[in-house]
């Protein structure tokens, strides 16, 4: 029996660029999923960072300090402990690991919680750079590639950012056909064993009159047709 394995695709959206100068996140996003199929449970939170939004996230996001003002913070029980009860053990999968992996661990120190170290993230980025050399890697521009709908996408949001993500991340790994193959890899490059030859060969089963309309044909094509040069 296959292992069972457990991924969250996750993604956050937050004030600034930043954790370290006091950047906070304010939405997570993550999407399950079991042997790299999305499960259709699903995670989200709006977040109240306790300072202003800046102008660059309200475009990118839609999303303003009104829409934030009653919301609880990261701490909140809501927030925090619903969220790591999601995550359990899983591997956190992300596009640009690093970015959310910052903002997510200076979230959990900020509470006194353990961080998530690096081991158990995946970086999308990452894998599509090594499988596109020199190809722009956004999640856009993977989308695009991969012809994955972004007509939902007028602004950037966690949750189908993070929707978005695990198809990609699917194909990265080698495509839908993947997912539901229950076979070994074929090797396309392998050399194949010659096919069984006859003891000896098959006669024909062209009739005579069959031949004979053959032939009837060809005359009337004239005296210069390309059949009468490769008759036997």
């Not at 992996?101 to 995946?122: A, H, Q, S, T, Y």
């Not at 989308?143 to 699917?170: N, P």
């Amino acid at each position: 029996m296959n292992e069972r394995v457990r991924e969250i695709a996750f993604d956050t959206e937050t004030t600034g660029l930043n954790p370290n100068e006091g950047d906070r996140i304010i939405e997570i996003g993550a999407v399950e999923m079991i042997n790299h199929i999305t499960t259709g449970r699903t995670f989200r939170r709006l977040i109240n960072p306790g300072m202003a939004v800046s102008e660059a996230t309200i475009r990118i996001t839609g999303i303003t300090d009104e829409h934030l003002k009653d919301k609880p913070p990261f701490e909140d029980p809501d927030v925090i402990d619903s969220f790591l009860e999601f995550l359990g053990d899983a591997t956190i999968v992300a596009h640009n690991a690093s970015f959310d992996r910052g903002f997510l661990n200076m979230e959990l120190k900020r509470c006194g919680r353990d961080i998530i170290p690096e081991d158990r993230w995946v970086d999308t980025v990452q894998i599509a750079r090594k499988r596109y050399p020199g190809a722009p890697a956004s999640l856009d521009a993977l989308c695009k590639r991969f012809d994955i709908s972004l007509e939902s996408r007028t602004f950037h949001g966690a949750l189908l950012d993070s929707q978005l993500l695990a198809g990609v991340y699917l194909e990265l790994l080698g495509g839908r056909a993947r997912a539901f193959s229950f076979e070994p890899a074929i090797d396309l490059n392998a050399k194949r064993p010659a096919a069984a030859q006859r003891p000896s060969p098959l006669g024909s089963l062209v009739t005579e009159e069959e031949r004979a309309a053959h032939l009837a044909l060809i005359e009337k094509l004239g005296p210069n047709a390309l059949w009468k040069s490769i008759q036997s």
